[in-house]
């Protein structure tokens, strides 16, 4: 069971490049989401998916896309990587349980750079 | 849309001693959870606690404790017997029955030896 993996670790994008970023979990977890956490401001919803096929906005969603097309994989797209894009990104997943207090399990991070 | 406040970007604690961070949340909602996650630097969200609004009772976890105040919209922790391992960042979160998740700013916890 690895929970949630994300790839690349790093990586660095030259502006207007467009890259994706990898996110997987094997838990069967219906809810994932993509967070981009900036110093001083916490980790910040960029979008999530609710199950495969539904995906919604977040806090930040501009030069971001997603899909969802497996219960496992929520890849997450920069269309034009753009220096303010810098920063360092979380995928997450939990359950979709009302009744119950799951919490929201996190991959490792991918830092990104644009120059 | 429910915020989530941390307000001491910063704090510090001797070893063995007792440190609490402070979290407030602003919401309409009566059912909803709380957590406290911490981030070491290796990057990893880790979780602490987790705390349901609807139970009275005070969330434990060996030396972590929060003190839950629904009314006041306040759940902080409290860390007991500090150890440098918990030299950190702490994020307050904020779970709706939408299950969507709002974070705080966080607070940076140095352990001083």
């Known amino acids: 069971n690895a929970g949630v993996t994300q790839t690349p670790k790093f990586q660095v994008l030259k502006t207007g490049q467009s890259m994706t970023l990898q996110c997987a979990q094997d838990?069967?977890?219906?809810?994932m989401s993509w967070y981009r956490q900036d110093p001083g401001m916490g980790l910040r919803l960029i979008h999530y998916?609710?199950?495969?096929?539904?995906?919604d906005q977040g806090e930040v969603p501009n030069g971001y896309n997603v899909s969802r097309s497996t219960t496992e994989d929520f890849p997450l797209r920069l269309l034009s990587a753009a220096p303010s894009q810098t920063s360092v990104y979380f995928c997450?997943?939990?359950?979709?349980?009302?009744?119950?207090?799951?919490?929201?399990?996190f991959g490792p991070g991918t830092r990104l750079t644009v120059t | 849309a429910q915020t989530v406040t941390q307000s001491q970007p910063e704090m510090s604690v001797q070893e063995a001693e007792t440190v609490t961070l402070s979290c407030t949340y602003d919401t309409s909602e009566s059912d909803y959870y709380l957590f406290w996650y911490k981030q070491p630097p290796s990057r990893q969200m880790i979780l602490v606690i987790r705390q349901e609004a609807y139970k009275q009772q005070n969330a434990t976890e060996n030396r972590f404790s929060v003190n839950f105040q629904k009314a006041a919209k306040s759940f902080s922790l409290k860390i007991s017997d500090s150890q440098l391992g918990d030299a950190a960042m702490y994020f307050c979160?904020?779970?709706?029955?939408?299950?969507?998740?709002?974070f705080g700013t966080g607070t940076s916890l140095t352990v001083i030896p």
């Open positions: 997450a997943s939990s359950p979709r349980g009302l009744s119950q207090t799951y919490e929201q399990y």
């Open positions: 838990m069967n977890h219906e809810y």
């Open positions: 979160a904020y779970r709706n029955t939408g299950n969507q998740f709002y």
């Open positions: 998916s609710v199950g495969a096929g539904i995906t």
